[in-house]
């Protein structure tokens, strides 16, 4: 078999990437999506194994020398916006776009999986390839296929995302905390509605809600360490239906964001005991649902430093490797780095001079496929590095 080079590799990501991009599918619906992957992997030669609580699956790779086992992953599922883009390859699914880059994650890994598939005679240990839905929408998708066994016996872990907001040719991570964990919460307060004009008779629901969402304002000013970043941010509030009746009942929802399971826990807290007391202070009732989402992605030391060595080798110099800042956004790859030593990376795609410069999630999203290239490097960087150390 021929041996395949990433450049050659190229004009099959983007085809790949394109196809993806045309047929996107939902969180927990990647059927299509599922069986182009498994497809491709058969044709390199790889075995498809494949997951059975949900469209996941995963390519194994085994050398032909014994060594270490490193998994590498990629998202599949995209989001539920209606394309702007004019594209020859915008979607054809209405309702439906690859809003993300979670198209071009699966190409690079498809690639990744090519690229060792011509090389097995001289790979020394396994490597999977796990192609995992449903990333945008908790529960998400990482924490069953963990379950199925995906991480058992493995050395390592790398993900990568390809970022807009830095330009292409640049590539980032950092130590430790890089990503937030993103939970939410669902505050129904219960008063009791009446005439405008006779409050003295109601409990006022929209009152005590407005009370409580700025009373919730200060958790993190007051009751989070300041060197501990940390975001409530309420999203909706609810509630009434004339401007002349006292509401008797009105809704809160909002989300909260940290980087430690300390802080995370803390907040939790501080929002069960104001929702409690302030709707105590006005006489009303509540209900408090908390959903525990996507923990921190905490990158591993060792994992992070091997980023930073191996990048600028398998990029060139004309690549920017930079540590990056901690970003709020949530990603489930947090939970496979919970399990086992692993990295997750930043691949820069946007260029203004390709109209690459909208941000994740809008209608308009696209990216510099250049980074494709740049981004598979890096998984075989990292994989190389681990496998061969």
């Known amino acids: 078999m021929e041996k395949l080079s990433f450049e050659q590799l190229l004009p099959e990501m983007v085809k790949w990437r394109r196809h993806l991009h045309r047929h996107p599918?939902?969180?927990?619906?990647?059927?299509?999506?599922?069986?182009?992957?498994?497809?491709?992997?058969?044709?390199?030669?790889?075995?498809?194994?494949?997951?059975?609580?949900?469209?996941?699956?995963?390519?194994?790779?085994?050398?032909?020398?014994?060594?270490?086992?490193?998994?590498?992953?990629?998202?599949?599922?995209?989001?539920?916006?209606?394309?702007?883009?004019?594209?020859?390859?915008?979607?054809?699914?209405k309702g439906v776009m690859h809003a993300c880059g979670h198209d071009?994650?699966?190409?690079?890994?498809?690639?990744?999986?090519?690229?060792?598939?011509?090389?097995?005679?001289?790979?020394?240990?396994?490597?999977?390839?796990?192609?995992?839905?449903?990333?945008?929408?908790?529960?998400?998708?990482?924490?069953?296929?963990?379950?199925?066994?995906?991480?058992?016996?493995?050395?390592?872990?790398?993900?990568?995302?390809?970022?807009?907001?830095?330009?292409?040719?640049?590539?980032?991570?950092?130590?430790?905390?890089?990503?937030?964990?993103?939970?939410e919460f669902f505050i129904d307060i219960i008063g009791k509605g009446g005439h405008g004009g006779m409050p003295h008779r109601t409990v006022d629901s929209i009152v005590a809600g407005a009370a409580l969402v700025t009373q919730?304002?200060?958790?993190?000013?007051?009751?989070?360490?300041?060197?501990?970043?940390?975001?409530?941010?309420?999203?909706?509030?609810?509630?009434?239906t004339a401007q002349n009746i006292i509401a008797d009942r009105c809704r809160i929802t909002g989300t909260v964001r940290s980087f430690d399971e300390e802080t995370r826990y803390l907040i939790r807290g501080r929002i069960e005991e104001m929702t409690a007391s302030v709707t105590a202070a006005y006489g009303a009732e509540f209900k408090l649902d908390y959903l525990m989402g996507y923990p921190p992605l905490v990158n591993h030391e060792e994992e992070f430093m091997r980023f930073f060595r191996t990048a600028p080798e398998a990029l060139g110099p004309q690549a920017s490797v930079i540590m990056m800042e901690k970003l709020?956004?949530?990603?489930?790859?947090?939970?496979?780095?919970?399990?086992?030593?692993?990295?997750?990376?930043?691949?820069?795609?946007?260029?203004?001079?390709?109209?690459a410069v909208y941000p994740h999630h809008h209608s308009r999203f696209d990216f510099d496929e250049d980074a494709l290239l740049h981004g598979v490097k890096l998984l075989a960087a990292m994989a190389d590095s681990c496998l061969n150390e």
Request: glycine letters at 12%; a negative charge; hydrophobic letters at 40%.
């Open 25 to 93: 599918e939902l969180s927990y619906q990647e059927k299509e999506t599922s069986a182009f992957v498994a497809g491709k992997l058969a044709e390199f030669g790889i075995e498809v194994v494949r997951s059975s609580t949900g469209y996941g699956l995963t390519g194994i790779l085994k050398g032909s020398q014994p060594g270490k086992t490193v998994v590498l992953r990629a998202d599949m599922d995209a989001l539920a916006i209606t394309e702007e883009n004019e594209h020859e390859y915008a979607s054809q699914n």
């Open 104 to 183: 071009g994650h699966t190409a690079m890994l498809l690639a990744a999986a090519s690229y060792y598939s011509s090389r097995r005679d001289e790979l020394n240990g396994e490597l999977r390839f796990l192609f995992q839905p449903a990333e945008e929408i908790c529960p998400g998708g990482a924490q069953g296929m963990i379950a199925e066994g995906v991480l058992e016996g493995a050395d390592a872990v790398y993900g990568l995302h390809l970022w807009t907001p830095m330009p292409v040719g640049t590539v980032g991570s950092a130590p430790g905390p890089l990503m937030a964990s993103a939970d």
């Open 216 to 240: 919730l304002q200060s958790i993190v000013s007051r009751s989070v360490d300041p060197l501990r970043p940390a975001v409530v941010s309420i999203g909706t509030i609810q509630g009434g």
């Open 328 to 355: 709020m956004p949530a990603e489930d790859f947090s939970y496979y780095v919970r399990e086992i030593p692993g990295c997750f990376i930043f691949v820069g795609a946007g260029n203004p001079d390709k109209d």
